[in-house]
């Protein structure tokens, strides 16, 4: 079974850091482009970023450029997302998502990221 | 960037009624959209990719049409189920842009 399963969300204070991860399991991690995606409580989607197979291209959202770092270790099956800067916009339910040949068929369940003193 | 736009942004309907949801681009992205159904404390899930095609698994009374900047989603016979939010996005280009969503309510 295709399975994402995010980790790493908590509440944090402004201007802090976090580190989410996302497992993958069921299918060959390396073959596809990953993303991160977004939705503050009561609120929208937001793509957030994305990472090729190899890691070799990444493209970010404007909002989170300089601040997020995506990153991968396909030997370890799992896709990552570095914040720091954190600020109160940035509390949101963070997504992972895999990229298929026809769509982006499989979201983790996603993890909350709260940013508050 | 590509903006999305939704309309309605919610609507009242019943169980059988036809249901038509309209996605706008702001630039043309050919056939690159996707939509999504959102229930309450889960993550969307896909039910049409590249503006047409039915993702395997999702009831045939979805359907979807359009390309260029005007795409429309329908479900053809409300279930219970259906009722949620629903997300167009595009992916024709980076930052891959969601619509605001509409809520399907009773």
């Known amino acids: 079974e295709v399975q994402l399963v995010e980790s790493g969300g908590g509440l944090v204070q402004p201007g802090g850091s976090l580190r989410l991860s996302c497992a993958a399991s069921?299918?060959?991690?390396?073959?596809?482009?990953m993303h991160w995606v977004r939705q503050p409580p009561g609120k929208g989607l937001m793509w957030v970023s994305r990472v090729n197979g190899d890691e070799s291209s990444t493209d970010y959202a404007d909002s989170v450029k300089g601040r997020f770092t995506i990153s991968r270790d396909n030997a370890k099956n799992t896709l990552y997302l570095q914040l720091n800067s954190l600020g109160a916009d940035d509390t949101a339910v963070y997504y992972c998502v895999r990229q298929g040949s026809i769509g982006w068929s499989t979201w983790g369940q996603g993890t909350l990221v709260t940013v508050s003193s | 960037d590509i903006q999305m736009t939704q309309s309605p942004s919610s609507l009242s309907a019943s169980v059988g009624d036809r249901v038509t949801i309209t996605c706008r681009s702001s630039h043309t992205i050919i056939d690159y959209l996707d939509w999504y159904q959102q229930r309450p404390g889960k993550a969307p899930n896909l039910l049409i990719f590249t503006a047409s095609n039915l993702q395997s698994g999702v009831p045939s009374r979805f359907s979807g049409a359009g390309s260029g900047t005007d795409f429309t989603l329908t479900i053809s016979s409300l279930q219970p189920e259906d009722f949620a939010t629903y997300y167009c996005q595009q992916t024709y280009s980076v930052p891959f842009t969601f619509g605001p969503g509409t809520k399907v309510d009773i």
């Open positions: 069921g299918f060959i991690f390396s073959n596809y482009w």
